[in-house]
């Protein structure tokens, strides 16, 4: 997606080998015609896939998701983020390590908006490790749902989360995918 790339160029930060700061367009601010543009692309790409819910995690992916979910015409569940104390029976639950944050958290879903008659589309901001996306694709197998599909603005390639989730089946998709940040400058893949 050209003007996605070139939004990343403008307003991307290169903090590291690893780590390019996206606050600018997807973790602090969100530019509103950009993200319906994204939307667009991934309604169009999972377009004849029966998609019944658009399922993403608190809180970066929830923008995009909202889009996806708008030209879908289906809603959007958010899994939330907690800690929790207490099993909860009608919740569906995983432990999820955070690299970057250096923390652990729980991500949730209720059974209440995740049924096994559902076709679920995962849609999120950006894939490192994936540690969150695989928390995720396990609570949707647990619920009993269908994933078709994974949609990911930002794919970086360097780190293993993108196809170790497609090498698991999973059909993911992404928007940009970066193969380099080394040297401070952001080298697309494609
Ligand atoms: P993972 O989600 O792919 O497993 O990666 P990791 O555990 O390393 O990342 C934890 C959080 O950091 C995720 O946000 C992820 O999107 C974000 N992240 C990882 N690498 C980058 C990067 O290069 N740039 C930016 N801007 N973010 C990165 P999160 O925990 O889902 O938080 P939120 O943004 O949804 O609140
Ligand atoms: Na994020
Ligand atoms: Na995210």
Redesign the pocket.
């Known amino acids: 997606m050209e003007k996605l790339k070139q939004a990343i160029v403008e307003q991307g930060v290169v903090v590291s080998d690893?780590?390019?700061?996206?606050?600018a367009l997807?973790?602090h601010q969100v530019d509103p015609a950009l993200t319906m543009e994204m939307g667009k692309q991934f309604a169009e790409r999972f377009r004849d896939d029966g998609v019944t819910r658009v399922v993403t995690?608190?809180?970066?992916?929830i923008a995009v998701a909202f889009a996806t979910a708008y030209e879908l015409g289906v809603p959007l569940v958010f899994a939330r983020r907690k800690k929790t104390l207490l099993a909860e029976p009608d919740m569906l639950c995983e432990r999820v390590?955070?690299?970057?944050?250096g923390i652990v958290t729980d991500i949730l879903i209720s059974r209440e908006f995740i049924s096994p008659d559902d076709r679920i589309l995962f849609i999120?901001?950006?894939?490192?490790?994936?540690?969150?996306?695989r928390g995720l694709v396990k609570i949707i197998e647990r619920s009993g749902a269908t994933l078709v599909g994974a949609g990911i603005v930002v794919e970086?390639c360097f780190?293993l989360?993108a196809n170790a989730l497609r090498e698991q089946g999973v059909r993911l998709e992404s928007l940009a995918k970066i193969a380099s940040l080394e040297g401070g400058d952001i080298i697309f893949a494609d």
């Open positions: 690893q780590v390019l700061k996206l606050d997807l973790n995690v608190e809180s970066s992916g390590p955070s690299f970057t944050k999120d901001d950006i894939i490192a490790n994936g540690d969150a996306a970086k780190q989360g």
